[in-house]
């Protein structure tokens, strides 16, 4: 399952209508909602996707929040507005790679390489 995070209400709905597997896909406006729904559905989500700027909130802390709860949960960052250096910057955060506004090919490229290299990490050992 994706989770995708942004504060935009339209663009969070143009998102799952365009998402690879719609039914598999949760949206939240911000970050409270975001870790709610990780601590609950746990690795039910396998992939989180992370507004840079959301609102009052920071995508960067997010992206922290989420590694410190579960470092091996690929995060993707993205945004419309933010530099090249702070998308790059996300990167330092712990997101396995940034993607631009608008949606276009590229997420869907971008989303099934995430999952294939997490897909291939050898499971923890006990």
Known sequence: MILIVDDDPVFLDDATT?????????????SSTALELIRKLGSDINLVMIDLSLGSESGFDLIQ?????????????????????ALESARVFG????????????????????????????????
């Open 65 to 85: 929040a989420i590694k410190a709860l579960d470092k091996d949960l690929p995060v993707i960052a993205f945004s419309g507005m933010a530099s090249p250096t």
């Open 18 to 30: 365009l998402a690879v597997e719609p039914n598999r896909t949760l949206v939240a406006p911000g």
């Open 95 to 126: 997101a396995n790679a940034t993607l631009r506004k608008p949606i276009s090919q590229n997420w869907i490229d971008t989303i099934a390489r995430v999952r294939r290299r997490s897909d291939k990490q050898p499971a923890p050992s006990s």
